[in-house]
């Protein structure tokens, strides 16, 4: 079935540091491929998305690559700030049928002024 | 749109009580989702909707866990009787009936004492 692995946690940076996480996938096709982020008391938002191969999701600094070849959809940001501390899920799902995500396990980023 | 709302947004309860979680998903969203979020199993789905009608509660832990959705704009997860185990973040979501707009709500924190 489908799965989706994220590098361990926690990430612990200095800000203005450079970001990267993690997230490999395994399915059979190519699906669509999200980042969530979980802030402190809250629920998962949608970061960014990107629906096919070589596609860019972006959105606040952060970028994802959607690499087919690697089967990747690593999350990178180039100055990190105090404020994205968070939980960052990666996650797939598909169009249509079944639509549900299957989501990665989570990774903790952890900023220090 | 206020997003979808959960209450409460935390509940202390003793052991063996019925606790009651509650959902009113985003207006026009057909599907709706209950997750439970733990640091040792990660993010689980429970059961979702469509249309208000049970599609899959294969991931209902047993049989102390039941939900129901009697409208398009309420549902309820009831856990009868409630154990320590059961102390987790429970999160709920909603969609349109292909996956657009998937949408979490801020979460009830459950600690069973």
């Known amino acids: 079935g489908d799965s989706v692995t994220q590098m361990e946690g926690p990430v612990t940076l200095s800000e203005e540091a450079f970001l990267t996480i993690n997230c490999t996938y395994t399915a059979t096709g190519y699906p669509s491929l999200f980042w969530y982020v979980q802030y402190p008391g809250e629920g998962l938002q949608l970061l960014l998305k990107?629906?096919?191969?070589?596609d860019k999701g972006s959105n606040k600094g952060f970028e994802a690559t959607y690499r087919k070849e690697t089967t990747s959809f690593h999350l990178e940001k180039g100055s990190v700030q105090v404020s994205d501390s968070a939980v960052y899920f990666c996650?797939?799902?598909?169009?249509?049928?079944?639509?549900?995500?299957?989501f990665g396990r989570g990774t903790s980023l952890i900023v220090h002024p | 749109d206020a997003g979808v709302i959960q209450s409460p947004r935390h509940e202390v309860t003793e052991m063996g009580q019925e606790v009651t979680l509650r959902c009113k998903p985003i207006s026009g969203h057909n599907s709706l989702f209950w997750y439970r979020q733990t640091m040792m199993r990660g993010l689980e789905l429970l059961i979702y909707?469509?249309?208000?009608?049970?599609?899959?509660d294969s991931g209902m832990p047993e049989d102390r866990f039941s939900a129901k959705m009697p409208n398009a704009s309420f549902s309820t997860l009831k856990i009868q009787p409630s154990e320590p185990r059961d102390s987790a973040v429970y999160f709920c979501a909603s969609s349109h009936r292909d996956g657009y707009g998937y949408t979490f709500g801020s979460g009830t924190r459950l600690t069973v004492v």
């Open positions: 996650a797939l799902s598909w169009t249509g049928g079944s639509y549900i995500p299957t």
């Open positions: 990107a629906t096919k191969a070589d």
């Open positions: 909707f469509n249309n208000n009608v049970p599609i899959d």
